[in-house]
Nanobody, 123 residues
Framework: QVQLVESGGGLAQAGGSLRLSCAAS????????IGWFRQAPGREREFVAS?????????REYGDSVKGRFTISRDGLKTVYLQLDSLKPEDTAVYYC???????????????WGQGTQVTVSS
């Protein structure tokens, strides 16, 4: 199983920005797609963004609710970032990083998860 460590969550005002990080051991991003999901209290885990493994074209996908506001990127071989811009109160959730050899927008398709990081957006 892949070990993933998220960081960067916190409190932001509506319209503000945060950057989340997902760190993994070297080599992870060569073998695994990386995804970001979020879960608000009482709601199902929601797909936010994903980036394909290195060498596969690194295709980026986004959930409809974050398109044009969030950006997923990769820095070298150890960290994937999720830039959160134009934040809204409804973006408040625990954000999770996930890894799988072939993940999709369904959370059940991802085999490894980080511990999550809280994002809270005030109005």
């Amino acid at each position: 199983q892949v070990q993933l460590v998220e960081s960067g969550g916190g409190l932001a005002q509506a319209g503000g920005s945060l950057r989340l990080s997902c760190a993994a051991s070297i080599g992870t991003f060569i073998r695994y797609d990386i995804g970001w999901f979020r879960q608000a209290p009482g709601r199902e885990r929601e797909f936010v963004a994903s980036i394909g493994k290195i060498g596969s074209g690194g295709i980026r996908e986004y959930g409809d609710s974050v398109k044009g506001r969030f950006t997923i990127s990769r820095d070298g071989l150890k960290t994937v970032y999720l830039q959160l811009d134009s934040l809204k109160p409804e973006d408040t959730a625990v954000y999770y990083c996930a890894a799988d050899q072939k993940g999709n927008k369904d959370a059940s398709s991802w085999g490894s998860w980080g511990q999550g990081t809280q994002v809270t957006v005030s109005s």
